[in-house]
């Protein structure tokens, strides 16, 4: 096992683990599992931080995130469009602007803003699709950061400029990184 199986926990965190070291196995079946490079920046630790990340369907999103040690809250909502307090309904319709996000809450002492990029990366989706995730496709499955201050702005640039400087996809991330709007969790039967 690798350092990185500090991160994750239970099965779903050994099976994670396994797809990080190369083995085989992925969460989409369609994307094979890559070793994304460790990031060369990360933001400072200091209290409970939040990351919102968009990457296709929030439940797949979520499943990824809840198992990592020092994720303390996930949850599965909409943010990046303009209707408050949008449904699921009026976000499928993409008139609403919304991604179908998730919104975690982490301590950075236990896992880095910087390591929940490197699993976003890794094994959440293909950052090099535009508006969708696999057989999903929309503007709400679209990939994005949303960032919640300078810090990991500056974190989620550098990393995806390291990523492209890698070589590591055949086409350009397409992954969008923005300031994070307001966020409305997703209603009680996701």
């Known amino acids: ?7 994750l926990g239970g099965a779903f965190g050994t099976a994670l683990v396994l797809m990080l070291a190369g083995l085989p196995g992925t969460l989409r079946a369609d994307v094979p599992a890559r070793i994304m490079p460790a990031p060369q920046l990360d ?3 200091s209290g409970l931080q939040t990351a919102i990340f968009a990457g296709g369907c929030f439940w797949g999103v979520q499943a990824v995130f809840q198992h990592v040690n020092g ?3 996930t949850t599965s909502g909409y943010t990046g469009g303009t209707t408050a307090n949008p449904s699921y309904e009026q976000v499928s319709t993409e008139s609403t602007g919304h991604a179908e996000a ?4 982490f ?15 890794s094994v ?16 709400q499955y679209r990939s994005e950061l949303f960032v919640t201050g300078p810090e990991q ?29 307001a966020f409305y969790p997703a209603e009680g039967y996701h």
């Open 153 to 181: 702005d500056r974190v989620a640039h550098a990393y995806v400029a390291q990523l492209d400087a890698a070589h590591l996809f055949d086409k350009p991330i397409a992954t969008r990184i923005d300031p994070a709007p």
């Open 107 to 121: 301590d950075p002492a236990r896992v880095s803003y910087a390591t929940l990029l490197q699993i976003f990366f």
């Open 124 to 139: 959440v989706l293909d950052p090099t699709e535009v508006n969708r995730q696999g057989p999903d496709t929309g503007t």
């Open 43 to 45: 933001a400072p630790a």
């Open 1 to 7: 096992m690798t350092s990185r199986s500090i991160l």
């Open 71 to 73: 994720v303390t809250e």
């Open 102 to 105: 998730v919104r975690i809450t």
